[in-house]
């Protein structure tokens, strides 16, 4: 089974990134810029973007992000710079994205979550020549002598810290013709939490990025009359492809929920005749829960697409039940397919709520053996997924590049198998991560902060299941004499970690973690030990 062709989507093989020969689209976009362009010649009074009491037209968005990049060059960015944002759900966030790809910039977004040390790594690492901020975070900022020389501009509040200029400088200055980048330059980098315990920049090109949005606009219809509700984080690529550049290449409307809260979510999408979104199976659960749910007109929403954990039987059965008119729809990928990989064909997911769905169109997706060896199908493996949407490396990572690639297959880590009809299904997870209600977490980035601190002399992170987020943080940890305490090994990693990241519940003990006959941490029987725990 396949999606099979649709008008406008047709395919064909080229060469790209050197010796990668995929699958794209025909006819599409040359660049971000080039799409941007389209939309606002098609649609120029067609609603845009809407936040709050804020709308503007897709006309006003070609103005305002022509000041805007405007401003970055006045202020010495020029192409191939990179742009940092640490914003959260706002409209400065999605001007600022479609102003640096305008002057073919690179945008690095970093989650509002990060804490100094993280903020700091990042911004070196991708050498930012500015970052914008939100001026609440101000406290959050690296020392300028742990940041690379950069322009800083605040959004909202009065700092001006370190020199910060406000946001509104940046739309003093005049318009500037479009930059003309090449579809296989980077267009965004996203870092992605590391088994080693660095984060790596994946590399997102303005050819992954467009293809990955027609991939929804083909896969769920959208047209221009679709309204979309971004309620994950922008700054992730569910938030940056599915809702930003799907409305962007459908002509649709982009409406920003500045923060998740199950009764304004609801309330936003019946009063804004929200169509279609993508969130976690978390925020569906929190929204089922609300006692007004039945109260709310929901009857224009079509399509609930969800992804970055498994959706639980009980709530898809719930919301068909509630909401006969929507189709919950999974979607599996991740910020290195620049997501998604696979989608369920709307009409088939009650049927096959085991599969994660069918590859979309142009991606192609293998199941292979430790050889490298395609399996039959039936058959598990790990699964290797190539195509135009995936990321052409990790930034300055030719090292990380090479052991996560094979001739432009992507590694995903997971173990799953696909059926005879084609659809994917993902078993087990290869590498050691949590899933906290989609966000990801790997163990090793927060074992590596528990290393320092004092009185731990060695931790082992595993999930502990959850029926709300599906998994949260479990530290195991083996103290000193001095035997700290669980708050104070806590706090010590939220100075250092995103909140998400630190452990919500522990297992202290001063004696020493299991391990194999090669010295590893045997964290199956550390599972099985949090399983059998009284109230697990």
């Known amino acids: 089974m396949e999606w099979g062709v649709a008008e406008g989507y047709e395919s064909r093989r080229e060469r790209h990134y050197g010796d990668r020969i995929i699958s794209c689209f025909a006819k599409r976009p040359a660049s971000l810029p080039a799409m941007l362009s389209a939309a606002c010649a098609a649609a120029p009074d067609g609603e845009a973007i809407v936040v709050g009491a804020v709308r503007l037209t897709w006309r006003e968005v070609e103005e305002q992000t022509s000041r805007i990049a405007a401003g970055f060059e006045a202020r010495g960015v020029r192409a191939g710079d990179r742009v940092a944002l640490l914003l959260g759900n706002r409209i400065e966030f999605v001007l600022a994205f479609f102003a640096t790809f305008r002057i073919g910039a690179v945008m690095v977004p970093l989650s509002t979550r990060y804490q100094t040390p993280e903020i700091a790594y990042a911004l070196t690492d991708c050498g930012a020549a500015m970052l914008i901020f939100e001026a609440e975070l101000v406290d959050r900022l690296p020392q300028r002598s742990d940041m690379p020389p950069l322009q800083l501009i605040a959004v909202g509040g009065s700092a001006a810290a370190q020199g910060a200029e406000p946001w509104d400088a940046l739309l003093a200055g005049g318009k500037r013709p479009d930059a003309a980048p090449r579809e296989e330059e980077t267009a965004v980098i996203l870092y992605t939490s590391g088994t080693t315990g660095r984060p790596k920049g994946a590399m997102l090109t303005h050819l992954s990025l467009i293809n990955s949005a027609l991939v929804y606009c083909r896969c769920f219809e959208l047209t221009d009359r679709d309204r979309s509700i971004a309620a994950v984080p922008l700054a992730h690529v569910t938030g940056l492809v599915a809702n930003i550049l799907a409305m962007l290449a459908s002509r649709g409307t982009l409406i920003v929920l500045p923060e998740f809260k199950a009764k304004a979510f609801l309330d936003l999408a019946e009063r804004e005749r929200c169509t279609y979104t993508l969130i976690v199976p978390a925020m569906y659960k929190l929204c089922l829960m609300q006692p007004d749910f039945a109260a709310h007109d929901l009857s224009s929403w079509r399509i609930g697409g969800f992804g970055g954990a498994p959706m639980p039987e009980p709530t898809i059965q719930e919301l068909a039940e509630k909401l006969p008119g929507m189709k919950p729809v999974n979607c599996y990928g991740a910020t290195e397919t620049s997501s998604p990989a696979t989608i369920m064909l709307p009409d088939e997911m009650l049927a096959r709520l ?23 199908r039936g058959e598990t493996g790990e699964i290797w997924i190539g195509g135009p949407s995936v990321v052409s490396g990790y930034w300055n990572r030719p090292d990380a590049t090479a052991d996560s690639f094979t001739a432009g297959y992507w590694h995903s880590g997971d173990i799953g198998m696909m059926d005879a009809d084609g659809f994917v299904h993902v078993l087990d ?10 966000l990801k977490i790997y163990s090793a980035e927060v074992e590596s902060v528990l290393a320092d601190c004092p009185g731990v002399v060695e931790s082992a992170i595993v999930a502990k299941s959850c029926p709300v987020l599906g998994e949260r943080v479990h530290a195991f940890v083996r103290v000193d004499a001095r035997q700290p305490a669980e708050g104070e090994i806590a706090r010590f990693v939220a100075a250092r970690l995103a909140d998400y990241k630190v452990p919500e519940s522990f297992t202290l003990s001063t004696e020493p973690l299991p391990r194999n006959s090669n010295g590893k941490v045997m964290k199956r029987l550390l599972r099985e030990q949090l399983a059998a725990a009284p109230g697990a």
Request: hydrophobic share 35%; aromatic share 0%.
């Open 429 to 438: 997870r290869k590498k050691d991560m949590i899933s906290r209600g989609g």
């Open 354 to 376: 085991a599969s994660v769905g069918l590859p979309t169109p142009n991606c192609d997706v293998l199941v292979v053996d430790a050889d490298g060896v395609e399996v039959p």
